[in-house]
């Protein structure tokens, strides 16, 4: 079974732009939530998504959104791009959401 | 608010010592526990997980956590440690919202 993935891998982008993020879920896995992981702050719960409605949110503002297609695949925004937004995103798929998580590699995003 | 805390931040071993890396949940009722760890330069992986049922539950690797419910405990143990488990582990727990809350992690440095 192929895992999660995430494209994609690095990213570069400067204050103000906008940035897409996609991920592949685990085939037959209809979960999908994202994470930013910087060394500060550790972990942190952006969104999830299940058969396309979002089911949970994080504390972060609104530049931030996602969405999630009919085929579980999702991508996450991040619009006005800050310094601070510079972080590894994870995205993890999952049967239902309170069943065991699987990680992608993540999307290396710097800000400058 | 819902919390997971790690104890140790960074633990230094050496190969063959004995490992116990601290968890805690500050919410009561039924919790859905994990421990992941990330390899350098690798994603995140699950390396063992508690729902329900024995409180001593084993993983991969030889790596095992018991669930101590009283104590809102959740620690992870493994008798005699290897270079190959230098990495950096996370405690996670899904709280009442379904959220996945992740603790600070603790990096793990064995030495050879």
């Known amino acids: 079974k192929a895992g999660v993935t995430q494209t994609p891998r690095y990213l570069i982008k400067t204050r103000g732009q906008q940035v897409t993020l996609s991920c592949s879920p685990i085939?037959?896995?209809?979960?999908v939530s994202w994470y930013q992981q910087t060394p500060g702050q550790g972990l942190q719960f952006l969104f999830e998504?299940?058969?396309?409605?979002?089911?949970n949110k994080g504390n972060f503002p609104g530049r931030f959104s996602g969405r999630q297609f009919s085929n579980s695949r999702s991508e996450m925004n991040v619009s006005t791009l800050e310094l601070g937004d510079s972080a590894l995103y994870l995205c993890?798929?999952?049967?239902?959401?309170?069943?065991?998580?699987?990680f992608g590699p993540g999307t290396r995003l710097t800000v400058t | 608010a819902q919390s997971v805390s790690q104890h140790n931040h960074h633990v230094i071993l050496s190969e063959a010592a004995s490992l116990e890396l601290g968890c805690n949940y500050s919410?009561?009722?039924?919790?859905?526990l994990f421990w992941y760890v990330q390899y350098p330069g690798q994603h995140l992986q699950l390396l063992l997980k508690?729902?329900?049922?024995?409180?001593l539950v084993k993983g991969i690797k030889g790596f095992e956590a018991e669930f101590i419910k009283s104590k809102f405990s959740f620690n992870l143990r493994k008798p005699s440690v290897q270079w190959s488990d230098t990495a950096e582990y996370f405690c996670a727990a899904y709280n009442q919202g379904g959220k996945l809350i992740f603790g600070q992690g603790t990096e793990l440095s064995v030495k050879p």
């Open positions: 998504y299940f058969s396309e409605t979002q089911r």
């Open positions: 085939s037959g896995h209809r979960s």
């Open positions: 919410y009561g009722g039924t919790v859905n």
């Open positions: 508690y729902f329900s049922g024995d409180p």
């Open positions: 993890a798929s999952s049967f239902d959401g309170n069943y065991e998580q699987y």
